[in-house]
């Protein structure tokens, strides 16, 4: 009880040093977009615990905007950071071993991974039947009513009080059990059960390639390994390749030729960006050749952009027009994926 209240970090740093006399540990609160590039260059290698993907496509793109290349256009080794990827989801879990620019990066394998569980917005908001039914008309529905102008945080225990208050209520309306506000965390931040020895087999996976890449005491695994425990012990290992149109650690990206209904709306083009296994950017600001579309930063040239977000295409851009989009997985990189659209 007496860490209840405390960040995890901090809690974590005290028992490895009161366990390991001599070590020290710096531990840090916050989130990882809280921290400039410095922050992450002074670091010789960095393991991955996060537990969603939009941090870790951060992440991952923090770390290979690091990279520099020497006057020759060789790339400096001493700007590559190693990164040790680690997950978990009940009985499975993964590692894999991440060289900046040298190996497939994070965002080479995005859509390897399956899309968040959503549900109907008609059943959420006409007939609930499960207690995410509630969370989530309380998270998609009511809060934007609420606070317009005000994204829900999904890291502020004030903001997720309301949301577990608004679905009990809602719950108890329906005579639906089972909404607690640990079950509203996971399923607002689609946090997945964890399941201990898991976590402690793939900790001791990502453990092992620490020692390997510090001391250079054995090669590293090439270059991810999955553990499947479910019905046994199975830890294949197999190399994801590195994608020639990666968005984030390829040399150049192409403009993307994409068909779409002059009578589709902004709002809906931003959610098919959002959809697309190859892409699934979360906060896409777009720009048209001649105008602004729609920007998310900053929050004045996103209440401007608003009202475009419900306008049919052939109102805001022309047949074969280029459309820039930016995203903050690409800002740290300096690059931005190109449509052409195509009216069909």
């Not at 005290?14 to 922050?39: K, L």
């Not at 390639?209 to 090439?222: P, Y």
Request: glycine fraction near 6%; proline fraction near 6%; hydrophobic fraction near 40%.
């Amino acid at each position: 009880m007496k860490d209840v209240g405390k960040g995890k970090a901090e809690v974590a740093a005290n028992f490895v040093m009161g366990r390991v006399p001599g070590c020290r540990v710096t531990p840090y609160v916050g989130r990882i977009q809280d921290f400039d590039a410095s922050f992450y260059r002074q670091f010789k290698i960095i393991v991955c615990g996060l537990d969603n993907v939009e941090a870790r496509r951060w992440l991952n793109s923090m770390v290979l905007s690091l990279v520099e290349k020497d006057e020759d256009g060789e790339l400096n080794p001493d700007t590559i950071i190693p990164i040790i990827d680690g997950g978990t989801e009940g009985f499975k879990g993964q590692a894999r071993v991440i060289i900046p620019k040298v190996t497939a990066c994070f965002e080479c394998t995005v859509e390897t991974f399956p899309p968040q569980v959503t549900f109907q917005l008609c059943t959420i908001a006409q007939t609930p039947r499960i207690p995410e039914h509630c969370i989530a008309y309380a998270y998609t529905i009511l809060w934007p009513k609420e606070f317009p102008d005000r994204p829900l945080d999904k890291d502020s225990p004030d903001d997720m009080q309301w949301v577990y208050e608004q679905a009990l209520s809602r719950a108890n309306t329906y005579g639906i059990e089972g909404v607690t506000y640990f079950k509203t965390l996971g399923v607002v931040k689609n946090v997945i059960a964890a399941v201990a020895s898991t976590n402690a087999v793939v900790a001791a996976a990502c453990t092992n390639e620490c020692i390997k890449l510090l001391s250079f005491g054995a090669q590293t695994i090439n270059n991810y390994l999955m553990y499947m425990g479910g019905d046994g012990i199975f830890s294949p290992t197999f190399t994801y390749e590195m994608k020639e149109d990666c968005m984030v650690c390829s040399s150049d990206m192409e403009p993307v030729d994409m068909n779409m209904s002059g009578d589709m709306t902004l709002r809906e083009l931003i959610a098919l960006l959002g959809d697309n296994p190859k892409y699934q950017l979360k906060k896409p600001s777009l720009m048209g050749e001649t105008n602004n579309l729609y920007m998310q930063n900053p929050e004045s040239m996103e209440k401007l952009t608003r009202p475009n977000l419900d306008k049919p295409l052939s109102t805001l851009i022309v047949d074969g027009e280029f459309i820039e989009v930016q995203d903050p997985v690409l800002s740290l990189v300096n690059k931005h994926l190109t449509i052409r659209a195509h009216f069909v």
